[in-house]
C-alpha cells in the first residue's frame, strides 16, 4: 500500500502521460533512485551510464522486476547517447540528465571528463529530447553559486565561482550546462534546470570522499572523523527519496527553471561530526585537516520558488536520513570492508 505522499507523486506522473524516460546518470547514486522512482510510476526506463562512478550493482534489483520496463544501456553520453531501436521507433517522453561525476573526490581526479559530460554530454542529451519532442529536466548543483556571497542562494543569484580553480571543472561544467540547455529551451526544447543541493543516502559510493559516506564509514570503523578547516562551514543536508520527488515534480511540471531542490536545514560540519558520532554510538576523535581549495563557506537553499510553484518541500528531517544511511553504510562496510 503506498504512502499519501507516494501515491501523490504517482498521481502527478500519470497526468504528464509519460510512457518512457531515458535517465543518463541512472547507475549512480542519485540516478538509481530517479529509476526506482520512475518505474514505481509506471514509467518504462532506459537508463544511459558509462559507470564512470557509478555501477551497475546500483540498479541490479531494478533488472527483469515486473512492470514498465528497464534497460541499462552502457554508453559515454559525451560520445552519444545509443537508444535500443524498439526505444528509439516508439519514442521518448521525457530526459532527465544526470551524468556527471558529482562529488569533489571524483570530479577532482576526473577533470576532463567531467567538463565533457556537462558540455558534449548535455548538448548529446539536448539533441535526444530535442528529437522526441521530450520534456528535459538538467541535474545542476549548487556549485554553480560557487562560494556564495549572497545567503541563502535564491535562484536569481548568480554566484561566486573561481572559473580557473580546481573546483572549476565541476562547476564551470554545469554552468556551460545550464547555458547550453537555456539556448536549446530559447529554440523550443521544453527544457528546464533543477540546481540540487548536498543530497544523501544509501548508494552513494562509500569511499567518494563526501562528507556524509566518510564521516559514516569512519565513525563505524572507529577512525578519526577527518572535518576539513575548522569545521565552522555549513551545508544543507537532504534525504535522497526527497530530493528525487523534486526532481520527478519539476520535470512533470511546466516550469523553465531553474528551480534549487534540498533541504533548508543548515548545518556546520562540526555538528555534523557529533550527530553521526551520536548515531553509531562512536568514540572516535576528530582529526582536522586542510580545507580544500575554494570550499564553499556557507551552503543553504532558498526554497521558495521550489514551494510556491511546485509545492514541493522535503519532509525528511536529516537526522531520520542519517540513521538509514548508517545502517545502509554499516551493510556496504560488512560486504566489502574499507579498504579491501
Ligand atoms: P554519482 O557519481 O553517484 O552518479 C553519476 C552517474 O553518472 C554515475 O553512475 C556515473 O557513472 C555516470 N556518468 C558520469 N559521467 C558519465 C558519462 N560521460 N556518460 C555516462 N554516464 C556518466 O553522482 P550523484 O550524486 O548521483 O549525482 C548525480 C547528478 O546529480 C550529477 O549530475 C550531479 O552533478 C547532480 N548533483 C548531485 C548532488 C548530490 O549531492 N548527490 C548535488 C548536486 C548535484
Ligand atoms: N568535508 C570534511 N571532511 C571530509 C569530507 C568533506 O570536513 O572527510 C567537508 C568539505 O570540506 C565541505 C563539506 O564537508 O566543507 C561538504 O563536502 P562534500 O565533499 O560532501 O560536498 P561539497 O558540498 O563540498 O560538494
Redesign the pocket.
Known amino acids: 500500500m503506498p504512502t499519501a505522499t507516494a501515491q501523490a507523486l504517482v498521481d502527478v506522473v500519470r497526468a504528464t502521460g509519460w510512457r518512457t524516460a531515458v535517465v543518463t546518470g541512472g547507475a549512480g547514486f542519485v540516478g538509481s533512485w530517479l529509476c526506482e522512482q520512475l518505474l514505481a510510476c509506471g514509467v518504462q526506463v532506459v537508463c544511459v551510464d558509462s559507470f564512470l562512478t557509478g555501477s551497475p550493482r546500483n540498479v541490479e534489483h531494478l533488472v527483469g522486476q515486473d512492470g514498465p520496463g528497464f534497460t541499462l544501456v552502457e554508453a559515454d553520453v559525451a560520445d552519444g547517447i545509443p537508444l535500443p531501436r524498439s526505444v528509439s521507433d516508439a519514442g521518448v517522453d521525457v530526459v532527465f540528465h544526470l551524468a556527471s561525476p558529482a562529488?569533489?573526490v571524483h570530479y577532482l581526479a576526473l577533470p576532463l571528463q567531467t567538463l565533457r559530460a556537462g558540455s558534449h554530454g548535455t548538448e548529446n542529451a539536448l539533441l535526444l529530447a530535442a528529437e522526441h519532442g521530450a520534456r528535459f529536466l538538467l541535474a545542476s548543483t549548487s556549485?554553480v553559486y560557487g562560494d556564495p556571497l549572497v545567503h541563502p542562494q535564491p535562484e536569481h543569484y548568480w554566484g561566486n565561482v573561481n572559473p580557473i580553480g580546481p573546483r572549476s571543472v565541476y562547476d564551470e561544467s554545469k554552468r556551460f550546462a545550464e547555458a547550453v540547455t537555456s539556448a536549446y529551451r530559447r529554440q523550443g526544447v521544453d527544457a528546464t534546470i533543477a540546481r540540487i543541493f548536498?543530497t544523501f543516502g544509501p548508494r552513494m559510493a562509500v569511499d567518494d570522499?563526501?562528507?556524509?559516506s566518510?564521516?559514516v564509514a569512519q565513525a563505524l570503523a572507529g577512525e578519526p572523523l577527518?572535518?576539513?578547516?575548522d569545521?565552522s562551514?555549513t551545508?544543507s543536508l537532504c534525504w535522497v527519496e526527497d530530493t528525487v520527488e523534486g526532481l520527478v515534480r519539476l520535470a512533470a511540471s511546466g516550469h523553465a527553471g531553474p528551480v534549487n531542490i534540498g533541504n533548508d536545514v543548515e548545518t556546520t560540519?562540526l555538528e555534523l561530526a557529533d550527530t553521526v558520532r551520536e548515531l553509531t554510538d562512536s568514540t572516535s576523535p576528530l582529526r582536522f585537516?586542510d580545507?580544500?581549495e575554494d570550499?564553499?563557506r556557507v551552503?543553504r537553499p532558498d526554497l521558495t520558488v521550489a514551494r510556491r510553484d511546485l509545492g514541493w518541500s522535503p519532509g525528511t528531517p536529516a537526522r531520520v536520513g542519517l540513521e538509514r544511511t548508517v545502517a545502509w553504510v554499516s551493510r556496504e562496510l560488512q560486504r566489502v570492508p574499507a579498504g579491501a
Do not use: M
Not at 209 to 212: D, I, N, P, Q
Open positions: 562529488s569533489p556549485e548536498n570522499g563526501r562528507v556524509v566518510t564521516f577527518t572535518v576539513a578547516g569545521g562551514q551545508r560540519v585537516v580545507l580544500p570550499d564553499p551552503r
